[in-house]
């Protein structure tokens, strides 16, 4: 069974940075972790995933350029490096892993965290 623990949300004003974490626990099939974040009535939106399999990572465009995605070296923990953050990046943050399909689709990932809020304030 693995088990998603995120940590690192938080208030931030605009133009700001955090960094999430998420530890997997358990044993992981595949070598893809990733970010999903919801924001109050809107759909679960892709945010990052990594393959540390063949180093490449994607990202959703409104992310590009101000988000990096990395991992550790034991590759069982994922980071969200955040910069310039913008008030409609205020969300739920939920780290996923193990896809068994399209990285940007929901429904490819039987792992979630509990989810970690991040609200950036003007």
């Known amino acids: 069974q693995v088990q998603l623990a995120e940590s690192g949300g938080g208030l931030v004003q605009v133009g700001g940075s955090l960094v999430l974490s998420c530890a997997a626990s358990?044993?992981?099939?595949?070598?893809?972790m990733g970010w999903f974040r919801q924001a109050p009535g809107k759909d679960r939106e892709f945010v990052a995933a990594?393959?540390?399999?063949?180093?490449?990572?994607y990202y959703a465009d409104s992310v590009k350029g101000r988000f990096t995605i990395s991992t550790n070296n034991a590759k069982n923990t994922v980071y969200l490096q955040m910069n310039s953050l913008k008030s409609e990046d205020t969300a739920v943050y939920y780290c996923?892993?193990?896809?068994?399909?399209?990285?940007?689709?929901?429904?490819?990932?039987?792992?979630w965290g509990q989810g970690t809020q991040v609200t950036v304030s003007s």
């Open positions: 996923v892993a193990d896809p068994r399909g399209p990285y940007a689709d929901h429904e490819s990932y039987d792992y």
């Open positions: 358990g044993r992981l099939f595949s070598d893809a």
């Open positions: 990594i393959n540390w399999g063949d180093g490449l990572s």
